[in-house]
């Protein structure tokens, strides 16, 4: 303890109180008081504002739900591990879509009693008990219970839970589905009660960069949070051919499918589907299903529990850069129509192989995804002018669009019903300097494909031993001199490549295959 001293020089208690660090009160005449230990305060740093989540959480929070789906359970022989065997409607393990039997199979190495969890009380019918067997996450769209999640979610389950943000559990019916979009509606009867629920957002008003928050069910944790930035749109992730994804970077896992990302407002801007993943585990590369394309789907499942969508019934494929100097066309943009299916809306009002659709309605096509969006977006029955780039020639057709079937076939071309000719020897040689060897065809559409020269730009776009050549440049060929001749011509137009057809096992398709050196 330090006590009081009396009257030191000024100097002395200077330095004692700078060396002992003590605090001195001092009089106008320079004498010292009383001197008492100095304490250290804790730090406190002024750090600037920064954007805050919580608000946004609090308030959409409710409006979130766990979606627990359940199936069957059957007891099988004492040879299985568990004791127990998943139903999947009639359907064994094996028939699971592949992108579901990783979940399914940790699933079921989690242990009996833990793999199974309590039997939901429902209704039984003696084909065995109902048992969580997937958990996914969906958010209310409406105050009278309508949810939305990811058909791969619900993809053959027998019965569905939705689980609120306070605990609350009810029983979930599957009002519709759609798998080209893997969008889902269920519906809860709340008998009366008003639940919170969210809205769209402006996909317009959503810019790459943009603050993003992800909430959901991950690994069964309950409601969590995660926040990131949109990182990109328009994504291709291969899934289907409405792909048009947001990127966000985002915490995204499995469990948050179906789950929503809001803005900054509160607003859906895209519903959580797929992630990138080479570990199994977040990587900050996420893709979310946008709120334009996910808005018209969800009201059509809400309305008739499907989705209708425009249909034209033609093969298409994109147009490369050699593919438009074949065809004369100035940029690499469009849908490339490889075949018309008979009897089809796109065949009935005259849309032909090699025919390039540039725009609809006056609005240009960038490419052949955008083609399918645009017409799978558009009522069936409605009629559209398409612009076409045939020939070397711009002309319109204008087509009433039909009704996309439920299971798409691929569509085949019509070839001609030309006989095979024996094969001119210079013409095999001009055939061959494209690293092509062919023959007469099995039905006398078209040439064999016999070889490929591995070194030439036929191995390179990937054709092979055994497809066909049944057109060049929109004309349809039944030998080598047929093929020389399209080539001489096109070399007389001044083109450098030409646009081969080529029909394999899995359908048609165009390459462009430089034509430079043919006689």
Known sequence: MFKNIKAPSLNTALKASTVAGLAAAVLATGIPLEITRSYAEAVKVQAPSVPSFANVVD??????VSVRVENRVKPVSDDDANGF????????FDDLPDALKPFFRQFGEQGPQDRRGPPHHGPQDGKGRLRPVAQGSGFFISEDGYIVTNNHVVSDGAAFVAVMNDGTELDAKLIGKDPRTDLAVLKVDGKGRKFSYVNWADDNNVRVGDWVVAVGNPFGLGGTVTAGIVSARGRDIGSGPYDDYLQVDAAVNRGNSGGPTFNLNGEVVGINTAIFSPSGGSVGIAFAIPASTAKDV??????????SRGYLGVQIQPVTKDIADSLGLSEASGALVVSAQAGTPGEKAGMKAGDVVTAVNGETVKDARDLSRRIGAMTPGKKVELSVWRSGKAQSLTVELGTLPAEQKDASADDGDQAPETQAPASEKALAD?????????????????????????????IKEGEKITSVNNQEVSNADDVVKVLNQAKKDGRTRALFQIQSKDGSRFVALPINGQG
Do not use: C, E, H, Y
């Open 59 to 64: 308030a959409v929070s409710p409006a979130v």
């Open 434 to 462: 494209l690293g092509l060897t062919v023959g007469p065809s099995d039905d006398g559409k078209g040439l064999q494909i016999t070889g490929i020269d591995p070194d030439s730009d036929a191995a390179d776009k990937g």
């Open 298 to 307: 969800v009201a059509d499942l809400m309305k008739d529990g499907q989705v």
């Open 85 to 92: 065997a998943f139903d999947f409607n009639g359907r064994g």
